[in-house]
């Protein structure tokens, strides 16, 4: 017995188990549809609750749902629920929709959410709601039966009801729009204009609706009727899709009614295929169109349902399993469907009007079922499949190592095959029919295709590495796309020119179109060549164009191209504009699995890496198939509807939007969220704000994934909240939203305390002006009494030193002058050559009262500041000062020898060097022996002049003072001491190199002096 009890424990043990898996298996299954993308969505990704009463549409986009947690605003991207915690109402179950009678018609239909307890809450503009107390009554003043049912009146739901109908429930009241109505009661319905009865048809009808405000019925057997005005009701036949179900007889009526009240539009849901009904010119007629197959709505309990027509998405509610998003794909996956059938693939070739063959030997074409398979010949392996070439006649090439072979169109018989001598890779037939082969590696092969004998010879090898695609341009010249970056090869010339810009990018795909060349590459983006020049072309925002794979055109002027990450489509136009610097942005539309595709990882690498055939169609090669779509077929879905303010929150706390908010100085946290209905990808919707006091220029900022904006606390003034949505192609096409914040001003930032505080300040800088004018004062005056005394020094042993000397010398010239007429009573050579030295010296004293004007002028403060600074040729300067100095160096037998470059230039005040050098000159020139020496020597980081003299050398004690150093000019004037015998010369010298920031050095040498002036090539002014 025991055993007995042990053995059924085991058994229900091991039932309970298998329907648990089998329960388990049911509902994780994923739900797949061949005409639909599907998602599902329950309480654990956005919904409240389960449980789906009602879905319709309002005429801003926004999708709304009833459940009993709650009324659910969906946008396409995230849902938000308004229940008590957000608005008064008494109860949480929303039982479905009505229209909001006092406004709603054909035109506007606007509706409320119904609430358990009679709660009317109304939907407006920008995805809100408001309750409105005046809708509690139901009834306006035109409403028909308002004195006979007191507000009693049930205004019709969508079908179908949860429950049957009561037998002695209120009558319907069916608004029409327009102040036109219609009333079911029990046995008949009655059509009123305003409160007015017009006509009844009676009879005992399961269900009454609305097809575009006209009246139609089912009858308790399931037939439909048609309800017109005043005559008995007409049968009505259904005609189109349904009657193509081997099920549909017209004599059966089993079909389950699916009515939206809202937008009047009607369904029906037959052998598990879903059907819309339209009215026909033909009365007795509702054409079926077909939605939806092999979805089963008993199996996930669906009870409501809103069609989009455009672009084409179903929303289904269920009473159990919440709601399920169907979009229709409208891009096909064409797949071999064999077991072990290997799916990837690369290159391809078009066979008739509407097929093509990939590489491995596949026939996909348009019939569903009508596709051939055959297997290419030894070559259709995994390194053959990235190239097939085909030439005129539709015949192509397929490589495979280092063979290559020329093959039928349609891949079943082999006409042609070469041995290379190397490997190669990339096979490319030009419109010229010639064959280009790509080597692995820096070799590039031809063959003319036309020439049956003609075999494939090496036309040139580079430094270009592996070949993965080429295009053959207008001329002699072959692009060669390859893993180190572009090439432009000249076929008549043999010369290969490497394209800057673009250097050890690896190469996709070439796409040329009149004389513009549009690049993909693998990692690194999009390219646009024209002629030699290249430029880059902006990303998407999440940068999956980065490793872009190939580029197709369609007629309506778009490029498709295929990434690892989805497909996207981007005007030409736009990215024209965008060249020309006529376009700032460019708006990239992005499409993904739920379109069609069987993965988002597209193949590239191969060639042709996409096709379009001879009916529009466009094949890209996937990693799962190839995706096929005609471009005229496939309507953008565009994030062009407008920006929304959905909830404005202080401190958590949810604030009115106005004109302009205002809001305290010391907030912490102000959050903005802003919403738009958009039901495609997220990735499609770009949206940025700017922030920034009224006036100013905005900064754009990308929203976050949450689309919220949280404004930081700033200072107190007027603000401007700038939105802005990408509404996609074309130049400038955005939506604009605007906020104006006003934040007030802290008890600090008052008129009051700032009215204060700057009549505290004024008189505080009054106070500190005085005190700092007085001081300055009195330093001026001191610092003016010495540069005074400074200044008058050197005058005064100006004129003792450069003009008292020379006037004597004159004088003496003069006295001998004299002597020798005397005794001569005709002038000689003598004469002549002193007349000659006197001139010079004249000269000399008119250059040095030139040079001493200029120093006087360098002691200005001011001046220093104005010091005209540039391009100085010391050639020129030193040539002008041998002249000056001649008579003297003449005199004394001194020769000086100017070594340096005519080109050679230092950046300094010209006139001031002049006086530098010439007073070193001058110093030279007197105590020299036989020769003065001035070279140049030039370096990367300085420059130097050298002057070397055959002197007696330089004292010690002036030699240390030369060569000492100042931090600056006014630590030289303040700290200088002069050695006991020096000139004025070197004094000037000294005075002038610290001005002009040059360094000076000197030095005694075997045979005299040397002085060296190092100008720094860096940027002192």
Known sequence: MHTRRVTMSIKRFLLLLFCLLQFTKMYAQEIKN???????????N??????????????????????????????????????????????????GFIPFIKTYNTQNKEFAAIGERGEMIKIVAGGHVVIDSSTFKFNTPNMPFVKNFKGKTDIIQSFPYRFPLPADRNPFLIPAGNNTYYVWSLDRVEFFIKSKKQSSVAGNFKEVFLIDSHPYATLQNGRFVNLEAGISPENINLEGDIAHDVSFSKKRSNYKLFWNNISQRTYVYFNKKFYSLTRLKNSTVLQTRLLLKDFDFDEFNITTVYCDKEPGYLFLGSHTNGLFVLRHKNFETKEIEFQGGDNVFYAQKPVSFDGILSSQGFLFEKIPKGRDIFNLPAFAKDNSRYYMAMNRDSSFWIGNSDLVAKMDNVGKKRLLIHKLPEKFKALYVD???????????????????????????????????????????????LLLGTTKGLFKFNIRSKHLESIKGIEQANIRSLYYSKGETWITTYGDGLF?????????????????????????????????????????????????????????????????KRHGFATNEFNGGCQPCGLTLGDGTVSFPSMDGFVWFNPKKIKPELPDEKIYIDRIELEGNIILEKAEIEIPDDFRQLKIAVVTPYYNNRNNLRIDYSFQKAGEKSVWLPISNDFDIQIPNTSSAHHDLLIRKYNGFEKNNFSFKTIKIYIRPAWYETQTFLFLATLILIVLFWVILRLRTTYLLNKERKKNLYKQYHISRQIVAAINHDIQTPLHYISNSFTEIQNRLKKNNSSDFFITKMSEETINTINYARSHTSNLLNYIKSQNSGSRDSLKIDEVSVYEIVEHSSQILSGTANYREIQIINRVPEDFKVKTDVQLLSVIIQNILDNAVKLSMST??????????????????????????????????????????????YPNHKGLGLVIVKDLTILLGIKLSAEKTESGSLIRLTFSNEKRY
């Not at 061949?34 to 654990?44: C, G, L």
């Open 431 to 477: 419109g010229r029919d010639t064959l280009w082969i790509g080597g692995l590696r820096d070799v590039l092969f031809s063959l003319n295709t036309l020439n049956q004998k003609s075999v494939p010879k090496v036309l040139f090898r580079g430094p270009f590495g592996e070949i993965t695609c080429m295009l053959r341009l207008p001329g002699t010249y």
């Open 528 to 592: 646009y060549l024209k002629n030699t020049k290249i430029t880059k072309l902006p990303l998407d925002k999440n940068l999956f164009l980065a490793t872009s794979h190939c580029i197709v055109e369609d007629k309506n002027g778009f490029f498709w191209i295929t990434t690892n990450k989805g497909l996207f489509q981007v005007s030409k136009m736009d990215l024209l504009n965008f060249l020309n610097k006529k376009q700032q942005f460019v708006y990239y539309l992005y499409y993904d």
């Open 932 to 977: 003065i020496t001035i070279s140049s020597i030039s370096g990367s980081e300085f420059q130097e002049i050298v002057i070397v003299d055959t002197a007696g050398g330089i004292p010690d004690e002036i030699l240390k003072w030369l060569n000492h150093t100042y931090k600056s000019y006014d630590n030289w004037l303040r700290d200088y001491d």
């Open 34 to 44: 061949p005409d639909f993308f599907i998602v599902h969505y329950t309480d654990e």
């Open 46 to 95: 956005g919904l409240p609750q389960n449980s789906i009463k009602a879905i319709v549409k309002d005429r801003w986009n926004f999708l709304w749902i009833g459940t009993e947690d709650g009324l659910v605003r969906f946008d396409g991207q995230k849902f938000y629920t308004y229940n008590k915690s957000v608005i008064p109402i008494l109860s949480n179950r929303i039982s």
